[in-house]
């Protein structure tokens, strides 16, 4: 948690307002790739949406490459400078898909997900004179007998059905596979909460490793890889120790929001915050702040809301919660507070947060010295 000088010292406007505390940012960043060990640290975009900021994590030695939300996203970063962008999620965006199959200069730095012979045709379609890239999203999660978990997504998760989606790839002109991924939400995604989370955690990468190994081996034989992508910020160090893997997703650790605060030895500090001002004082003991209600995806539950940080000892009412246009706050730290104050917040997950606001400061030492543009300031919604 930053010390007082961030609070007192950044001017924030008066409308609400996004500040990234940049000493905390590359902490984070630094703390991030020493826990990589060496293994590249493929920057997940939908955790920062702010692309100074993906700019400046690729810089560092450690970070390389993005993994991006939305294919529209992906050819815009390309088109902006950035290199080597896959698109995590298989899309239907034919028109995204046709102008980077036209453009050779987009074709050959965009890797599309895939996951369903459906995807492959679409891309088949679309193609040109350079192949469409191609990654299998692969279904990392944990079965126990007919208990899966894990995310609901993919639709192959044995040898022989990624194998038989390889084959279809390789057989398909105008694709090329080229890359693999594994995403083991059930361990990058959950917070370390009990013994009974921790025995899962466990009992996941012990199933996952040899399976992954297998796969990859196998594919191996059908296609020439050039990645095997896996894990996140929350399973860095146990995803690292899987030598088939030649690349860990990673973003929402630059950030460390809310959700992170449960994670054993993150080694990670919160970097992003929301500031609002008190708006009314309908009580000595009741702060009102203009706006928000910025619930994060996912469901629906105390952990999804944001958390007020600063002044301390503020907390909601049961029955309004954070709200669309203003949110009542209690507690100790509501009496200290007058009209025009600024309460900061944590948002619960990472870059969701951007798309609520057209830039971010971005201070460092208690000083702003950038006023950096979210996607949505520069224009840009894809999601």
Known sequence: MPGGDLWSSVPVPAAPTA?????????????????????????????????????????????????????????????????????????????????????????????????LPEHVAMLAAAAGTTPLRVCIDVDASLRIGRLHLGVHRSSVHTTQEVCRMARLVANTPGVTLVGLMFYEAQVAGVPDSSRVVRAMKLRSMAQLLPRRTEIVRAVAEISSLEFVNGGGTGSIAATRRD?????????SGLFTPTLFDSYDDSGLTPAAYFVSPVVRKPSPAVAVTFAGGYVASGPASKSRVPKPVHPQGLSYFGQEGAGEVQTPLRGPGARSLRVGDPVWFRYAKAGEMCERFDELLLVRAGAVVQRAPTYRGEGRTFG
């Not at 905390?24 to 703390?31: E, I, P």
């Not at 050779?104 to 997900?113: I, K, R, Y």
């Not at 030649?246 to 973003?251: F, K, N, P, R």
């Open 243 to 251: 030598p088939s893997v030649t690349e860990i997703a990673a973003g």
């Open 19 to 115: 500040v990234v505390d940049l000493d905390a940012f590359d902490a984070n960043l630094a703390a991030m790739v020493a826990r990589a060990q060496g293994r590249p640290l493929r920057l997940a975009s939908k955790s920062v949406r702010c692309r100074a900021l993906i700019e400046r994590a690729l810089e560092s030695p450690g970070f390389s490459g993005v993994l991006a939300y939305s294919a529209a996203e992906a050819a815009w970063l390309v088109s902006c400078g950035v290199r080597d962008v896959v698109v995590g999620y298989p899309t239907v965006d034919t028109e995204t898909i046709a102008d980077t199959a036209a453009a050779p200069s987009l074709a050959e730095q965009v890797t599309f997900m895939v996951d």
